[in-house]
């Protein structure tokens, strides 16, 4: 297992577990997603397709610095990543955390309660789709922090999304010589 930093926080590397192409660019989209979020009023938070948790550690590190009680759920098909999200999450000094190996929209259709305030989601190149983009819609987040390498289906993701507005929106040249891109958007509730 091989561990990297980005902006202090360690995240892990095993086989079979998707981590971000490109370093340098990672630090600055999940150091962006931080300083978006950090002030805002969130208790709970979800990071969906988290991977090995860069988002929701991130996310969650800077808000526990207001709210000692965060509370991050990160959930993710491959259990290789979420082991490493676990130990990242220890070596980050997160509480109540919990990261589990679940189909994402399975995990979100079935929950009823606890509804968090902020939601990530970082999906494959298929986008989050239809069925839990209309699940978020309805749930109502106050926030969603979208971060794309297909700006296709994330316009078709966006479109359901009707309960929202785009407050941010940036640009990540995460695969240089290359006509791909990251984008990284912030909806608020309207
Ligand atoms: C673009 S990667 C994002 C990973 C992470 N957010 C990061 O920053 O490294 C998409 C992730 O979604 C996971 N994934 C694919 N299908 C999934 C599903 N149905 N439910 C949950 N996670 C899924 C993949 O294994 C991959 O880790």
């Known amino acids: 297992m091989l561990e990297e930093r980005f902006n ?3 995240l892990f590397i095993r086989p079979q577990g998707f981590f971000q192409t490109n370093p340098q660019v990672a630090e600055g989209l999940y150091g962006t997603a931080q300083q978006w979020v950090k002030d805002l009023p969130v208790n709970k938070l979800w990071d969906l397709f988290c991977g090995v ?3 929701g550690l991130h996310c969650a590190k ?3 610095e207001k709210n000692p009680d965060i509370e991050l759920t990160g959930i993710e098909i491959a259990p290789s990543a979420i082991y490493c999200a676990g130990l990242s999450a220890q070596k980050c000094g997160l509480k109540k955390v919990n990261f589990q190996s679940l189909d994402a929209a399975n995990f979100a259709l079935n929950q009823d ?3 968090p305030d902020l939601v990530i989601v970082n999906p494959p190149r298929r986008g989050i789709g239809k069925p839990l983009a209309q699940f978020l ?3 109502q987040p106050q926030f969603i922090l979208y971060s794309s ?3 296709i289906s994330m316009t078709k993701d966006l479109l359901e999304l009707t ?3 785009l407050q941010k ?3 990540f040249d995460m695969f240089p010589h290359t006509s791909h891109y990251e984008v990284l958007t912030l909806l608020i509730k309207r």
């Open 163 to 165: 309960h929202y507005q």
């Open 53 to 55: 948790g860069g988002f």
């Open 137 to 139: 819609n309805q749930m």
């Open 62 to 64: 800077a808000l526990q």
């Open 113 to 115: 309660e606890n509804k």
């Open 149 to 151: 390498c297909n700006a």
């Open 169 to 171: 929106i940036q640009l």
């Open 8 to 10: 202090r926080i360690p």
